[in-house]
């Protein structure tokens, strides 16, 4: 369609009288609107879209003539559709779910009605009510594709650290051995493949090609880390961070222009490629989540249903946050119950069924891929071929709590020095903050072999079993291979005290850095830095019970099933269950954590010890400290997040929130007595974005609700219309049938009222009314005392009480 | 605690001063009570309950000392709370879903504040804490428990048709050849088990083993159905049928009272295990998941939070439902997303994992018990070792077609025939139908060895892979062991073509019966009836695939995977896509089926054909019939539930559903102006549960909403109390400030109007309302223009004016 962008202004007297719009039936708590735009040629435009909804609202219910009225009026609304803006917000407002809701209502009904009108618009028809699997479909394929794409970008970089494919540059290690002779890959070297030292004509052996790989390392590292860091301060600096936090915030219906662009979504994937390329202590899992996102955004503009609409499209954005799970996991399920859980805030049944088509798709889709050149397409795969003991639930439940402590150490660190960076000089040297940490992490995890490992890999080797073919030193040990009954368990070896030791220095190094990294102005996540640390801490507690089980095989607890010499403790699980413990602590997820765990094994039979550690770690972590890392995160950015998990305990009631408070008076406007001078001078003395109508100032009967940037333009448009309009005209919000014979014409603005504004009394406990922000999505109520207007409340009235109640700053709610 | 039935009557001041109540602070729609009990002594009680509200809320929100006031008037209300009817609904009647979790709020607030006063209420604080999850636990083991019993049971009189184990009549035929030789297991014959005709004498083959056997078979089928429906009939009317559509009825917030009681539970165990061993055509699933309700119901009676207070206790329903699920298919994961999905209304993320906690508890008990021998705790567990190829998407979507084409037949062919039943003379003589139709089930099943059968094994076979060792007919193919290429492909013998009429007639008597039997006053589900058709269509496609890719194996279409002689198509595979479809087609469940049939194979590679057939069944069917068979039998029996699924589309506003309609007046009191003798007029002609309270009869400004019960018990209690009041009294709803010399003393009754109700103006579109009732669980709004009272909508308006905007009878909605 074309853009008509004067249309409206061509017919001015057309668009006028259609103005009547949202008010009379949609804009329900739409209120204090946040677009205080002055552009005329838009907001006429604006007026006309409205004129569906009023001629929809004032035919009788059995009036079928009605119809003609309501596509005629609807087409207006959707030529307007064309023009920006329309529907759209400001940035860093929050949406009206109501009437974006029943704007997209509207237009169903009318291409419903139209279906039967011709061949074109039956296909019309047939494309909106398909757009919705279509878009989720085109999501789910191309989060898939850009997965694959950083998948196997990041393992090429992370090798090139190492060395390279002098006869093929473009493979990684893995394919550049695999391809020729299979033989060697085992051992972890092969021919093809050339370190740095090798290269430059060195031995890959001795003093000097270590010294030269390490200075390799750390260049690199420094490389990948400046570059990640100057393309998202340059070019897109909404792409740092795991983007976790704003996609809640951005689901609970809050705009953040760009947060989901194009520019962003670039960035933050080469930015995700070459930061987990530099070995920062980070994962690419939670980033994910936000390339997904921005891929549900992009692709929804193709489909007007969902790209105009900012409530519609946050459908397409939950799907696409299962995606980006599903993904980063190859937990389709786990995705979706995450998407559920942890970030969506509107997420009707319809939207269930569709995000679970579109993880699947997107799933499918990195699975024929296959970027990691094995069957699973999933990070660390492992199969146990040993059950669980019952008493086991004691060191797995003690793996909670400690992943709980771990978790809330973490996030409070973490915290403290995000508000450092956020309030000191430090926020202001965003690419010397990375480079440092990044120098310091390449100067102390390559020594060590566990760090200098892709953590991915570290944690693949903490969940694996020991096999008796397994050369880590975490599975040296002293076998008995002449006593049948004793080959599987056995004493731990030097090599296994040696790689505890390098583990505990591993732990504390992760878990220092990834404090110092998480809130860089690099992309980065912490799923993979939780899992590792929880990894770590359970694979040590798994070797200690198994130790405890090989020197106390005749004890009554473990005699049951250890002492048959079978292999009864396998250290890895417990690495798997101190993973999920950190990382529920970590993000408080509980359901969805536990079905990723059990789509990573692919098996249901260690669902009770995952869930077991969950609960304990997510008990512990909230008995310590009442937030997970994102909610913390956008309490630490003032996002109006009105958390749907958390409930409202206290007694207060509207009275208590409302403003205005006590001794101040609220700007309200009558309904037929003020002049056009006593409006403007309103206008100009206060800020609010409406005001409330009300019969007269000393009744304060409440007739409705006008926003300001109606009512600007709607006077603007009077002034223009009708001639003689003068400071003294008086302004009418009523039906115009009182003849005034006296004085200037009045200004007839009653098209501009809402006449059904979410109302509720003094006296509702403010219990309801959160309840009523949260499930209805308002952005404002009215407060009356028997059809009396006392006040206004609006979410970010709610916000700041919840925090007041909580002992929390109050004016760390930033936005409106 | 003691009980106190005359606490308040004792102190009836204190009563009366307390009994602002509800009406203030939580009573938000409450309103048209449905309590119209006239039991003088429980309301003087209720009255005192509320004084813990009031204290609160008339409180100013920094007033520390208010903190006193509070928590004795909270004390009366736990004391009063221990007398029967508190919190209580009569039967029939929906629930105040916000009154109630207001009334938990407090509750909880009391506890906590409470905590620090002694060892005792820091006890009962934890207690408190914990009694959510102690109590889904104590629900997930029952549940699992009484699943083992009744699986157990089924199996054991499933075998009792057949013959009996004459060392050990405890044990079914399995377990009866199983324990003393395995060796004949295999055969299906083993020398302990002796069938019928062989304890007569005569020996096991032969037309007169025939005939005994067929007698005898008959004879058992007889008794246990006649057994089965008597004992629903005089124990347990509520006991028969699924039990879902009630369950999806009652978690909406509607009290049916003692369907969910210990009598049902104990009477539909026993039923099921009848009615499954009677062989009829039905299934012990959905069953289940009443089952698991009733237990859950009875055991949230030990923790007062839930027990007596309905919102509350639905979370407990909840959670027991997905147990259900759970212990039916072993799939905890596919359990709780159909409590999401297909029955719960009000789910918060705390149910998400209480449920999960529980529906897993259940899975575990389950398997711990071990009813079917192995070690899957699920019906049919099966592995197939072939992965499915992209064309196979063609069959699987064709089957998904059939599957909502038979379930829209299905559907629409059982609820005429419920409709008839229901309607007609038939209904009265539940027992004599149960006996025609199991008399016509056995004659006809016995000769057809697919319908001797017991369903689950059915399945279970058109489940399974076709291994060479398999020796029944649906395995018969003519393979070539000479050619090392074609052993696994074959053409189809003999035993095949017999196979397939035999399932084609099983799958035409199935359709038939499963009409008939579902509805009948017996404990009956359909959840296996179901995928046993589609298992039986699923076969029969998979196998004309699969002789279709041997024909033509050159063919492009399935050279590239079926040239090789490996066996490309797995008919097995197209029998459970079958089963969802058709599953998916009667029930319109989507996510959880997918979750569900995934659990059952236990690995994610056939998600994508069971979500292609789900998702073509579930359009088909929606574009055949709109709802699924548990939604059309609500309809059927009208109760009053408001779908969250369905949209509403319509374009109506508040001012065409309200009442009154035109020309009719709204009963209203106002505030000053009416005499004793007005209002007792008024609650004598009209029969309104509740009556709005406004500024005069002239204005109509509204002022709160008072309950007809409230109304009643106050007058009678100031008649008491007060001198002098007689029918020339003034009936106050104001601040008693207003001092009136002349005349008789007026009647005070401020305390007793709800300032809090919900309001809408009158043109509010019903999108909107619809909402609003779903989302924050109203009984009624009030509609006002201006601040003046129109009129009153009410649950049972709304749903009735769902119908009529759907052509449907709005006549048909009963219960309010």
């Known amino acids: ?77 959707l030529e307007s559709g064309d023009i920006p803006g329309i529907g759209q917000y400001d940035d860093f407002h929050t949406i009206d779910w109501q009437r974006d809701i029943a704007r997209d209502r509207m237009r169903h009904r009318y291409i419903v009605k139209k279906k039967q009108d011709s061949i074109w618009t039956l296909l019309a028809g047939a494309h909106d009510a398909w757009s919705g699997w279509l878009c989720v479909l085109l999501v789910g394929l191309l989060t898939g594709a850009v997965a694959g794409v950083i998948d196997i970008g990041a393992t090429w970089m992370t090798d090139l650290k190492f060395g390279i494919c002098p006869q093929a540059f473009w493979l990684n ?117 936000h390339i997904a996102c921005a891929i549900g955004n992009i692709l929804s503009y193709l489909f007007p249903k969902y790209g105009r609409n900012e409530a519609k499209k946050r459908e397409i954005l939950s799907a696409a946050a299962a995606a980006g799970v599903s993904v980063a996991f190859g937990a389709p399920i786990g995705g979706v119950l995450f998407s559920l859980e942890e970030v969506s805030y509107y997420f009707p049944l319809k939207t269930l069924w569709r995000s679970f088509f579109c993880a699947l798709i997107a799933a499918f889709i ?241 669902i009770v010890p995952l869930m077991a550690a969950a609960m304990a770690s997510k008990w512990v972590g909230d008995a310590l400290g009442r937030q997970g890392i994102y909610d913390a995160h956008i309490a630490l950015n003032g996002y109006p997040f009105l958390d749907s998990k958390d409930e409202f305990a206290h007694t207060s009631l509207a009275a208590d929130v409302m403003q205005p408070k006590r001794n101040e008076t609220l700007s309200v406007i009558t309904q037929d007595s003020m002049t056009l001078d006593d409006i403007e001078q309103l206008l100009k003395e206060t800020e609010h974005n409406g005001y409330p109508i009300v019969v007269s100032r000393e009744s304060q009967y409440l007739v409705g609700f006008v926003l300001r940037r109606d009512l600007n333009l709607a006077i603007a448009n009077e002034k223009r219309m009708v001639d003689g309009i003068c400071g003294q005209s008086l302004v009418l919000f009523t039906s115009g049938h009182t003849i005034q014979a006296l004085g200037p014409p009045p200004l007839k603005l009653k098209r501009i009222l809402d006449m059904a504004p979410i109302t509720i009394t003094d006296q509702t406990p403010m219990e309801t009314i959160v309840d009523m922000f949260r499930k209805l999505g308002l952005r404002q109520t009215l407060v009356t005392h028997n059809g009396r207007l006392l006040g206004v409340i609006t979410k970010k009235d709610v916000l700041r009480h919840v925090k007041q109640m909580d002992n929390e700053d109050p004016n760390s709610v930033l936005f409106n």
């Open 1 to 77: 369609m074309e853009k008509f962008p004067l249309k409206s202004s061509s017919i001015p007297l057309n668009a006028a009288t259609t103005y009547q719009t949202m008010n009379k039936k949609y804009s329900n708590g739409s209120g204090l609107s946040s677009v205080t735009s002055d552009d005329s040629d838009m907001i006429d435009i604006t007026t006309s879209t409205a004129a569906g909804d009023r001629n929809t609202t004032t035919r009788s219910q059995d009036d079928d003539d009605g119809n003609l009225q309501y596509s005629v009026g609807f087409s207006n609304m």
């Open 173 to 289: 290690k893995e394919h550049c051995c695999w391809s020729p002779s299979e033989a060697d890959l085992d051992s972890g070297n092969c021919s093809q493949w050339k370190t740095w030292s090798e290269i430059l004509g060195h031995s890959s052996e001795g003093a000097g090609a270590y010294i030269i790989s390490y200075l390799f390392y750390i260049v690199w590292a420094l490389l990948f880390a400046a570059l990640s860091a100057s393309l998202v301060r340059m070019f897109a600096p909404y792409a740092c961070g795991s983007g976790i936090p704003e996609i809640k915030t951005i689901l609970s219906g809050f705009i953040i222009r760009g947060y989901l662009g194009k520019w962003t979504l670039i960035i933050k994937c080469v930015g995700l490629i070459l930061s987990v390329s530099a070995g920062l202590s980070l994962g690419k899992e939670g980033p994910m989540v």
């Open 366 to 606: 990195l699975r024929s891929i296959n970027p990691f050149g094995n069957e699973h397409s999933v990070l660390f795969f492992v199969e146990y071929n040993k059950p669980w003991i019952f008493f086991e639930l004691i060191p797995f439940i003690a793996l909670g709590i400690i992943g709980g402590v771990i978790a809330t150490i973490f996030i409070k660190a973490n915290l403290y020095w995000c508000r450092y960076r956020k309030y000191s000089k430090l926020g202001q040297y965003p690419v010397t903050e990375v480079l440092v940490v990044t120098v310091i992490t390449a100067v102390f995890a390559y020594p060590n072999p566990y760090t200098r490992m892709n953590t991915s890999q570290l944690i693949y080797l903490l969940f694996s079993q020991c096999g008796i073919s397994n050369s880590d030193d975490l599975c040296n040990y002293n076998r008995n291979f002449t006593d049948v009954n004793s080959i599987e368990i056995a004493a731990a070896g030097d090599g296994v005290y040696r790689a505890v030791w390098l583990l505990i220095l591993a732990l504390g190094f992760k878990l220092i850095m990834t404090i110092f990294t998480f809130g860089m102005k690099v992309p980065c996540g912490l799923f993979i830095p939780s899992l590792c640390l929880g990894a770590i801490v359970g694979r040590l507690v798994g070797i200690f019970v198994e130790q405890l089980a090989y020197r106390y095989q005749k004890n009554w607890i473990f005699s049951g099933e250890c002492s048959t010499g079978d292999d009864c403790i396998t250290p890895g699980l417990y690495a798997m269950v101190g993973a999920a413990a950190v990382l529920g602590g970590v993000t408080r997820m509980t359901v969805s954590l536990v079905v990723i765990m059990f789509e990573l094994t692919g098996g249901v039979r260690y």
